[in-house]
């Protein structure tokens, strides 16, 4: 309980990075448990990189928690959350039809131009807190419509199950870039902030592309893992 609560403090900015947690005996004294309790509580954080303990000053926020998001892997938000037992939610801000701003994806040498999409954007939230901004564009060639109420839960799902296509790979870049205004607004960032962006092309096992996708991270919330093999001649 004590080490949930200050974890949720810590991520939801109650204490944020550089402040100083309460000392010691005002923990104890808040939670009404003994000292010792505390310091077993607070080596937990430590060691979790969350808190460093200063000597004649106390214990200082250096980070929050992270979640993994598998850079090799081709999975659904909800897959992943599933997976890594997260609390999450999916709140759907806009569903229009309208033609793909291929400009965005131009890096990723795509043949596509002005193409007829379903443009979707959510807002992703973890423990309650906005985290991801993802903006997906359907190709209506392969998918014609993606009803509201799927888009609120896996696109991933809604193609494989319920419209019997079969993801196959997926080509993606990610970026660091300075957050906009939109992802200071949504995401509750500062003009210095940056965000994690990973722009891509998913296809499917017959080599259609069904859509294009950019999705915004909070850099603070988040790490990328991958697992690399060397190669040998």
Same mark, same amino acid.
């Given at each position: ?18 402040? @100083?947690?309460?000392?010691?005996? &005002?923990? %104890? ?40 998001? =598998?850079?090799?892997? +081709?999975?659904?938000?909800?897959? *992943?959350?599933?997976? %890594? ?15 793909? =701003?291929? @400009?965005? @994806? ?15 954007? &959510? ?7 906005? #985290? *991801?901004?993802?903006?997906?564009? #359907? ?7 993606? =009803? ?27 970026? #660091? ?11 509750? +960032? ?32 988040? &790490? @990328?893992?991958?697992? %690399? ?5």
């Amino acid at each position: 309980m004590i080490h949930a609560d200050l974890l949720s403090k810590i991520n939801n900015d109650v204490y944020q990075i550089g402040d @100083f947690l309460p000392s010691e005996n &005002r923990l %104890a004294q808040l939670y009404g448990v003994s000292r010792e309790t505390i310091r077993k509580v607070l080596n937990e954080l430590t060691i979790s990189g969350l808190i460093q303990k200063l000597k004649g000053k106390g214990s200082m926020v250096i980070g929050t928690q992270r979640s993994d998001l =598998p850079a090799s892997k +081709l999975m659904s938000y909800a897959e *992943i959350s599933q997976k %890594a037992d997260l609390a999450v939610q999916t709140r759907l801000l806009e569903r229009r039809d309208a033609a793909l =701003p291929d @400009f965005v @994806f131009d890096s990723l040498n795509t043949d596509f131009r002005q193409a007829p999409v379903t443009y979707l954007c &959510r807002l992703r939230y973890l423990d309650e807190r906005p #985290v *991801i901004i993802d903006r997906n564009y #359907v190709l209506k060639s392969v998918c014609p419509d993606v =009803p509201a109420g799927e888009a609120e839960k896996s696109l991933f799902h809604y193609f494989e199950h319920d419209c019997h296509l079969q993801i196959a790979y997926a080509k993606r870049q990610i970026t #660091v870039e300075t957050a906009t205004k939109e992802d200071q607004q949504l995401l509750n +960032l500062h003009s210095q902030d940056v965000v994690v962006v990973i722009r891509g092309v998913t296809s499917l096992t017959d080599a259609r592309v069904i859509e294009f996708n950019e999705s915004r991270h909070r850099a603070d919330q988040f &790490r @990328f893992v991958d697992f %690399a093999r060397r190669e040998r001649n």
